[in-house]
């Protein structure tokens, strides 16, 4: 495995990695940060300690969305449109709910990207091609339902991750629409910002060589403004409420780091984000946490060895109260 080094003196720097073997490391104010993972890739779930090692895995397929319960057990998909809960401990699924064929979409075509554990213990659920946002119980029974506005509809592209706020509100990543939309709790848009090409056109492909905006992931920040993760478009924008971008982290602009398909957004406690960088190639982290007021680096998960070039989602496992 690989060992970085970007902020502090040498001599820390070889001392973590010959005593801890980790495979990426940076350091902020002379102190490590080195954070458990719970992500997918290479045929396989899997859970990274801090130190780099392999922890917990099992054989598993692509996701674009996952949650740590408070059980410990993992909310996942399966497939295209099935959300499961797995028991971590004995490695099998305990409950599932297939958006292929369950309350009238079967013979529809349906796959899923977002889905969310809910405080009163229903589970939300993200459904393109048909669409919705669905609220379920445990015994899969429909609590509530949310039609979407989705100008390009597809079944692969209606929806990427959605979120339900803390208002009641929902915030919703509609990728090939190149669009963010904020809906409340009767499916009106009550907000919506459309990604900016930032004058380039489209490009093709899922790497750094790409173009275009089909964002992937979205927070809304305690400030009212908004963190967008904007896919292909190989950046994160903040925006007020009145449509600025407030701030951006460019494609390039930190050291030796390149992002591609940027997925995943994490705030964490003490406001850095943790960014998803998929299909960025080897020699790139899959994971990047940044210090926002100073755009430093502080942590990059680099395990492209192990987990491949389609890492899209994942989860930090040792921090509590992030957003994402």
């Known amino acids: 495995m690989r060992f970085t080094c970007r902020f502090a003196h040498i001599r820390v720097c070889l001392f973590f990695a010959v005593a801890f073997g980790v495979s990426s490391v940076s350091f902020a104010q002379g102190d490590a940060t080195r954070h458990s993972v719970i992500t997918q890739g290479k045929g396989k779930l899997a859970i990274v300690n801090g130190d780099g090692e392999l922890e917990w895995q099992m054989k598993w397929g692509g996701i674009h969305d996952i949650h740590i319960l408070k059980s410990g057990n993992i909310l996942t998909r399966e497939g295209r449109a099935k959300v499961v809960e797995i028991d971590r401990d004995k490695k099998e699924v305990i409950w599932s709910y297939d958006s292929a064929i369950e309350n009238g979409n079967r013979g529809k075509q349906v796959e899923v990207h977002a889905f969310q554990p809910l405080k009163d213990g229903n589970i939300m659920i993200a459904e ?58 009767t499916g009106k848009v009550v907000w919506e910002y459309e990604v900016p090409m930032f004058g380039k056109k489209a490009a093709g492909g899922h790497g750094p060589e790409s173009w275009g905006n089909k964002l992937f992931g979205a927070v809304r920040l305690s400030s009212g403004n908004t963190l967008i993760a904007t896919g292909n478009g190989h950046s994160v924008i903040e925006v007020n409420p009145t449509k600025e971008v407030v701030w951006h982290l460019k494609q390039k602009e930190l050291p030796n780091i390149t ?49 491949g070039n389609s890492v899209s989602n994942s989860q930090l496992m040792d921090i509590k109260g992030s957003i994402r």
């Open 259 to 307: 992002l591609a398909w940027v997925t995943t957004l994490e705030v964490l406690p003490n406001g850095n984000y943790v960014i998803g960088n998929c299909h960025a190639g080897p020699g790139q982290p899959l994971l990047v946490e940044v210090e926002p007021t100073t755009k430093k680096v502080v942590w990059s998960f680099d395990q492209f060895d192990r987990f």
């Open 128 to 185: 393109s091609g048909t669409a919705r946002i669905i609220e379920v119980n445990r015994d899969k029974e429909i609590q509530k339902e949310i039609k979407l506005k989705v100008d390009n509809p597809h079944p692969h592209m209606d929806t990427r991750l959605a979120r339900k706020l803390s208002s009641g509100n929902y915030l919703v990543c509609h990728e090939g629409d190149g669009v963010l939309r904020e809906y409340d709790d």
